[in-house]
T-cell receptor, first 114, second 113 residues
Framework: DGGITQSPKYLFRKEGQNVTLSCEQNLNHDAMYWYRQDPGQGLRLIYYSQIVNDFQKGDIAEGYSVSREKKESFPLTVTSAQKNPTAFYLC?????????????FGEGSRLTVL | GENVEQHPSTLSVQEGDSAVIKCTYSDSASNYFPWYKQELGKRPQLIIDIRSNVGEKKDQRIAVTLNKTAKHFSLHITETQPEDSAVYFCAASNRAAGNKLTFGGGTRVLVKP
């Protein structure tokens, strides 16, 4: 069953702790993305990667880090430097190096900082 | 970088009426404009897209129009049904910006039976 899988679905974190969100895809897509969704603010791009071992900052990269060691995996670490980390995080992937084409989303991870 | 503005933020329509959502973009190099629908508790899914070499595209009850000169594009839903209730996002992308896809703030559409 092809798709994009995010885990965990819900995550609670204490202030000052780093947390890593997992994103795995078996669609053989080259490009992968991380978005943050807050009420009334749409989807804001955190990081994206077009190829293994390469990634670029999005519009709100501060306090986040990523890696792309394998084509199918693009984990996101929310560090203690992120001032307001409570949010819904969506991972997505797209095939090819083109800027067109459908973005396939995971089901999301909801992070709550206590 | 690209900035996409979307209006209105909420839209309530009577079943059977039409709904129109408008977006403006800032980067004249943008050439790809998709629309995504996110139902409550679900992931966003592509419903229609348009490229800059086309002025209008239609798929059953959904249509998108693009005005490159004015840098705005719109989503039109005709004969709305309760299952059209969702949050809709517009987006813009161009190759020169490294294939980034920038989304608008979203429109929550409620179709009243």
């Amino acid at each position: 069953d092809g798709g994009i899988t995010q885990s965990p679905k819900y995550l609670f974190r204490k202030e000052g702790q780093n947390v890593t969100l997992s994103c795995e895809q078996n669609l053989n897509h080259d490009a992968m993305y991380w978005y943050r969704q807050d009420p009334g603010q749409g989807l804001r791009l955190i990081y994206y990667s077009q190829i293994v071992n390469d990634f670029q900052k999005g519009d709100i990269a501060e306090g986040y880090s990523v890696s792309r060691e394998k084509k199918e995996s693009f984990p996101l670490t929310v560090t203690s430097a992120q001032k307001n980390p409570t949010a819904f995080y969506l991972c997505a992937s797209r095939s090819g190096a083109s800027n067109t084409g459908e973005l396939f989303f995971g089901e999301g991870s909801r992070l709550t900082v206590l | 970088g690209e900035n996409v503005e979307q209006h209105p933020s909420t839209l309530s329509v009577q079943e059977g009426d039409s709904a129109v959502i408008k977006c403006t973009y800032s980067d004249s190099a943008s050439n790809y404009f998709p629309w995504y629908k996110q139902e409550l508790g679900k992931r966003p899914q592509l419903i229609i897209d348009i490229r800059s070499n086309v002025g209008e595209k239609k798929d059953q009850r959904i249509a998108v129009t693009l005005n490159k000169t004015a840098k705005h594009f719109s989503l039109h839903i005709t004969e709305t049904q309760p299952e059209d209730s969702a949050v809709y996002f517009c987006a813009a992308s161009n190759r020169a910006a490294g294939n980034k896809l920038t989304f608008g703030g979203g429109t929550r559409v409620l179709v009243k039976p």
